[in-house]
């Protein structure tokens, strides 16, 4: 099968998009991309893109939500990480036009029911790519009793805060979205992270916390498939639970005293931490690689 991948970001070896292209050719399929730009204007790049599929013929087109760039086609596959009402009219229109709109979580994937898609489902599009991340010797500079990588919200920040305030040894990585990190928290932030960089801190601590952002209630993040994938116990505020077994592959803390107990309880009791983090781990690279969740995608819902 033919795929033209139009996505909004450049193919780093780390970035999701990437690691679709690479899963999809691993399972026989070729991909062309076609990088959406602000560096041309709405129509200009609409008029490439109908070029690129023109001149290529794909069997099917994956479009990656992200930017609004170009004005909507009709007939993609239409993949999104976020809500509904967090994308742009444009890219909205387009995954009302989709032949399949593709998300992380189940209630997403409803909401475009309700707003007149054609077929939506949760895949999740997210996942672990087992050449990136994967358990790695502890790199000193990175070890720590607990560590969170993500986006460092005003919300993230106050819980933070608060594990600081109860004794918690923390660490911390990623960007800060809204330009400010607390006074409080700088001592204990050590900037942004990609690649290999993230399977070794995950591989240096004992805990990895991942409170995931109110829009997505159900769903999974990265963060969901690449903690277990490094052998890691992740600490969740919530999963779907057709992922991953509750307190046996992932721990899932219901509010702030819940989670400071289980965080203290786990750092006590190693062994099992860790066969909680092994059973996560085994069923991530059984399931949860991107490889896995495409070919299951080709298989009951592209068959041709």
């Not at 898609?117 to 790695?136: E, G, K, M, N, V």
Request: hydrophobic share 40%; net charge positive; glycine share 6%.
């Amino acid at each position: 099968m033919k795929i033209l991948l139009i996505t909004p970001v450049k193919l780093h070896t780390w970035l999701p998009q990437h690691l679709w292209r690479k899963a999809i050719i691993k399972l026989g399929h070729k991909v062309k991309v076609f990088p959406l730009s602000s560096r041309f204007l709405k129509p200009l790049t609409s008029w490439r893109l109908a070029q690129a599929i023109s001149a290529w013929q794909p069997d099917e087109v994956f479009f990656s939500a992200g930017k609004d760039a170009v004005w909507p086609i009709k007939n993609t596959i239409f993949f999104s990480g976020v809500p509904f009402s967090m994308l742009s009219q444009h890219e909205q229109a387009i995954g009302l036009q989709a032949k399949l709109v593709i998300t992380n979580d189940p209630v997403h994937a409803q909401a475009w029911l309700e707003k007149g898609a054609r077929q939506a489902i949760c895949l999740p599009i997210s996942a672990a790519d087992p050449s990136l991340h994967f358990p790695t010797r502890p790199v000193k500079k990175y070890q720590a009793d607990v560590v969170f990588i993500g986006g460092l919200s005003p919300d993230r920040q106050q819980l933070f805060l608060k594990l600081l305030t109860a004794g918690v040894s923390l660490k911390l990585f990623g960007t800060i979205p809204e330009g400010f990190l607390s006074p409080q928290l700088q001592p204990i932030y050590f900037g942004p992270v990609w690649g290999k960089a993230v399977s070794q801190i995950y591989s240096s601590c004992k805990i990895a916390l991942n409170p995931l952002p109110s829009h997505m209630p159900t769903g999974g993040n990265l963060r969901t498939f690449e903690i277990p994938a490094c052998g890691t116990l992740q600490l969740a505020s919530r999963t779907n639970p057709a992922w991953f077994k509750l307190d046996q592959e992932i721990v899932i803390y219901s509010h702030f005293k819940d989670l400071t107990a289980k965080i203290n309880y786990y750092l006590n009791h190693p062994r099992q931490r860790q066969k909680i983090a092994q059973a996560g781990y085994r069923r991530t690279y059984h399931e949860h690689t991107y490889q896995k969740h495409f070919a299951l995608l080709f298989k009951t819902q592209l068959a041709s």
